[in-house]
C-alpha cells in the first residue's frame, strides 16, 4: 500500500536534533575558546606595560644620580608582587653581567595564573651601558 501522507518520519527528526546539537556545541566551545585567548590578550598587554614601565626607570639612570631617577649601581635583581586587573602577577627582574663592558643584561619578566590555574609569563630584556644619555 502506498501512502500518501507528507511530512517528516521520526528517524528523520532524530538526525536532524543530532545535527543541530553538534552545531550547537562546537559554537559554545569557540565562544568559550574565544573569551579564554581574549583574557589571556588583555592580560599579555598589561603585563607587558609592567615591564616596559620597570625597564624605562632604568632606563632613566644616570651616573651620578645628578639628573636621573637612580644609579647605575642601584639596577639590581628583585621579585615584587603587583595587582593587574583583578590578578596579582610577579614581576621578576634579573640582572646579569653583560658580554659588553660596564654594561648590564636586564630581563623582566612577569608570571600570572590565568583562570584555569595555568601559568602564563611576559618577558622583556635589554642591555643597558653605565654611561646615561641624560649625563
Known amino acids: 500500500m502506498i501512502s500518501k501522507s507528507k511530512g517528516f518520519s521520526l528517524i528523520e ?76 602577577v610577579s614581576r621578576v627582574v634579573v640582572v646579569t653581567n653583560a658580554p659588553v663592558p660596564d654594561a648590564k643584561q636586564i630581563k623582566v619578566s612577569i608570571i600570572w595564573r590565568d583562570r584555569w590555574n595555568t601559568t602564563q609569563s611576559v618577558a622583556l630584556g635589554t642591555i643597558i651601558t653605565k654611561y646615561s644619555e641624560f649625563d
Open 13 to 88: 527528526v532524530l538526525i536532524s536534533f543530532v545535527v543541530l546539537t553538534v552545531g550547537v556545541l562546537g559554537l559554545v566551545k569557540l565562544q568559550t575558546y574565544m573569551e579564554v585567548k581574549s583574557e589571556n590578550a588583555l592580560h599579555s598587554i598589561d603585563a607587558l606595560y609592567l615591564a616596559e614601565e620597570k625597564l624605562e626607570r632604568f632606563r632613566t639612570r644616570s651616573q651620578s644620580a645628578g639628573t636621573g631617577t637612580m644609579l647605575y649601581s642601584d639596577i639590581k635583581g628583585s621579585t615584587e608582587s603587583l595587582s593587574m586587573v583583578g590578578t596579582t
